[in-house]
């Protein structure tokens, strides 16, 4: 975590996963900024989420427990059930190839419970996240995503190959200060 600290003060960030077409997975996909459109599907045993970005979908699976040694994914092994209006999603078997938010990483053994709640066009997601390995204690963040209407999902590309990471993982793009 030190060395991504002291190379973005150097001007070169650690890359975000989707500069290299992966994805943002658990927890990134839900957090704002979630700029593309995604779909959420409910049925009496899943709920299925569609992501516009790099044509992704992760799996809910409601009142179950979670597989007994889930394998790692970006998307992890998430299981749901409702608190009243408010989903509960509790994601374990995440790799550590995803970052929070577009920088902050993480190891495999990150859990994150999501409490999601619809408030008239938005949804309120307030995510905690533990990673014994990487962070001292528990914390959270807010965040909404709201409903734009007339949107549909449409196909996505991910074509970049002018701005991969470096062996290191940092940008292909170099910041530099103005100095002002």
């Known amino acids: 975590m030190m060395e991504r600290i002291k190379d973005a003060d150097e001007g070169h960030p650690h890359a975000s996963p989707k500069s290299r077409c992966l994805p943002a997975g658990t927890p990134g996909s839900m957090l704002p900024p979630a700029s593309l459109p995604l779909q959420i599907i409910e049925s009496s045993d899943q709920i299925t989420v569609l992501f516009e970005e790099f044509n992704q979908f992760r799996i809910i699976r409601m009142n179950e427990k979670h597989a007994d040694e889930p394998e790692p994914g970006y998307f992890g092994n998430s299981v749901g059930h409702w608190e009243g209006d408010t989903l509960v999603v509790d994601t374990i078997g995440l790799n550590d190839q995803t970052t929070i938010g577009n920088d902050m990483p993480h190891t495999d053994a990150l859990h994150v419970v999501e409490r999601i709640r619809r408030n008239g066009d938005e949804l309120e997601i307030q995510s905690t996240f533990e990673d014994p390995k990487t962070f001292t204690s528990a914390w959270s963040s807010k965040g909404k995503l709201k409903k734009v209407p007339g949107i549909r999902l449409a196909e996505y590309f991910c ?13 292909g793009v ?4 103005t100095g002002k």
């Open 159 to 171: 074509e970049n190959d002018r701005n991969t990471p470096d062996e290191k993982g940092r940008s």
């Open 174 to 177: 170099q910041l530099t200060s």
